[in-house]
């Protein structure tokens, strides 16, 4: 029975300690309700939509795939080879790849390469680097050339130089 009037009486004196201090939160309200109101701008009106109709007079049309020169080679039939299984360094763009060194064992060379990962791979010859399907042709002392095989813009591949350096 105790408890229960000392627990009646500690919750008036909390919802009592509630009301005091209500004073600058009727003011806020007293000088928000004074305030003049102000017009609201109009929503502005939307231009009405213009219609562009498009006169070729003599250029190519846009929606239709351009064809290759006349004076263009014809289209090799060079092709990555997607069957394969992709190495490690191949996830990762050959400009984000660093050349730290190379080591001889005997007649071969191995490249080390840093990847982004911070992980240090071995690289030989015949090795696949990079994300445009390059194969390491070359291992130097400052560099690992390899070649690419990338779109050559008309539905087909060519193959490009590429090389990574030696960074210091």
């Known amino acids: 029975m105790i408890r229960h009037v000392i627990a009646a009486l500690f919750a008036s004196l909390l919802l009592a300690g509630c009301t005091s201090g209500m004073d600058d939160l009727e003011a806020y309200v007293s000088e928000v309700k004074a305030r003049k109101t102000r017009a609201i701008e109009p929503i502005p009106q ?12 003599g250029r190519r049309d846009p929606f239709v795939r351009a064809e290759p020169p006349r004076d263009a080679a014809p289209t090799s039939s060079l092709r990555p080879d ?20 190379i080591i001889n064992m005997g007649t071969a060379n191995y490249a080390l390469v840093k990847a982004p990962d911070n ?14 399907f390059g194969k390491v042709s070359k291992i130097t002392e400052s560099q690992v050339d390899l070649i690419e095989i990338v779109p050559d813009g008309f539905g087909g591949f060519m193959e490009r130089p590429a090389n990574l350096a030696l960074t210091e």
């Open 46 to 57: 939307i231009k009405q939509y213009e219609a562009f109709a498009y006169v070729g007079e």
């Open 82 to 101: 997607l069957t394969r299984n992709r190495e490690p360094l191949e996830e990762f763009p050959l400009d984000g790849l660093r050349m730290l060194g």
């Open 119 to 132: 992980v240090v791979h071995r690289v030989t010859l015949g090795n696949h680097m990079g994300q445009n």
